[in-house]
């Protein structure tokens, strides 16, 4: 069967959806060899992941996780971004949770170890000193008892962990990297998700909706390239609401906001990027970073139906940084315990 397939990808031939999600199962069951993992991969990234292909490998991996059994009796966001955009900011996403949290929207925040930055959302997380959710059981006991739960991806999707080795050794970006960040094990209702390639931008969106995604915003900076609402230019917006995609375009100054340079959004290593987390939200950062979470925050917002615009989400989410509700919510964090 893997014959067939890599036969026809190599001939820029799609495959269907669920052919994608055969392959995921065979690589779950070790019935294909390394090298076929490598040829297959490769020829997928030359030929082009189709929607199809990638909403099949997604479904794939989403039904092999570790199942979290939880009633969505309320929105329960995401904002787990596909990285790779080179510009090494601090964890923009990962603070831009938290502050959403104490602003009262449920955040299961998937999460991975940096390979391609200094600092992935999971190495800054554990600088911070909060907990990563290994469990089921740890993830709705975080949900209830802090808002948030940062799902530490590797634990939840071990189908696939021999595909990790591969992967490194090829060196490029693979389908992989898209999808990582749609197939939180949680199912969460809403999602903002950064991209940093915006034709996989426009793609994912329409893989989220078809993974049943309510309200989401699938965001791409650019001018400079970056996978976030973008504070120092452009940002390309999917935003996904009542089943269809809404394509736009926004500028900070849209948005009221003043536009920061790259070069202010820098961070570093882990403990380097979990000292800046820690100034913007107690509100003892520079303008640039504060607002850049400002921005992203009040897109998770939206998503968890606590605000109707981003104006109005960077109003709310400014507020809980002024009034010490964020600053409060990172002790709470680094107390507690699964």
Request: charged share 20%.
């Amino acid at each position: 069967m893997i014959k067939d397939f890599l036969k026809r990808i190599t001939e820029y031939k799609n495959l269907s959806r669920i052919e994608a999600k055969q392959i995921i199962t065979l690589i779950s069951e070790d019935k294909i060899t390394y090298a076929q993992i490598g040829s297959l991969l490769t020829a997928l990234k030359m030929k082009g992941e189709t929607v199809e292909e990638l909403t099949g490998f997604a479904q794939g991996l989403i039904e092999l996780a570790q199942k979290i059994d939880i009633s969505h009796n309320q929105p329960i966001v995401d904002s787990c971004g596909t990285g790779g955009d080179g510009t090494n900011t601090f964890n923009i996403s990962t603070a831009s949770a938290v502050l959403a949290s104490a602003c009262g929207v449920m955040m299961a925040k998937h999460s991975n170890f940096g390979y391609t930055s200094l600092s992935g959302s999971s190495n800054v997380v554990e600088a911070l000193g909060f907990e990563l959710s290994r469990t089921s059981e740890n993830v709705i006991n975080s949900l209830s008892s802090t808002n948030i739960a940062f799902l530490h991806a590797p634990y939840f999707h071990t189908s696939t962990r021999n595909v990790v080795a591969i992967r490194k050794e090829l060196g490029f970006r693979t389908f992989f990297n898209y999808i990582g960040p749609l197939t939180n094990p949680i199912r969460p209702t809403g999602q903002v998700l950064g991209v940093a390639d915006n034709d996989y931008a426009k793609k994912l969106s329409q893989v989220l909706l078809n993974l049943g995604c309510e309200r989401a915003m699938v965001v791409n900076g650019e001018n400079p390239t970056i996978d976030e609402l973008n504070i120092c230019g452009k940002t390309n917006v999917y935003k996904i609401e009542n089943g269809k995609i809404e394509e736009y375009s926004i500028y900070p100054e849209d948005l009221g906001l003043k536009t920061y340079t790259l070069e202010e959004l820098k961070g570093g290593k882990a403990e380097e990027n979990a000292k800046i987390v820690e100034e913007v939200l107690s509100g003892k950062s520079n303008e640039a970073k504060l607002y850049a979470v400002l921005l992203n925050t009040s897109a998770i917002l939206w998503a968890g139906g606590k605000c109707s615009t981003l104006e109005e989400g960077i109003i709310i989410a400014r507020d809980h940084v002024e009034n010490g509700m964020a600053e409060k919510k990172i002790l709470e964090l680094k107390n507690y315990e699964l």
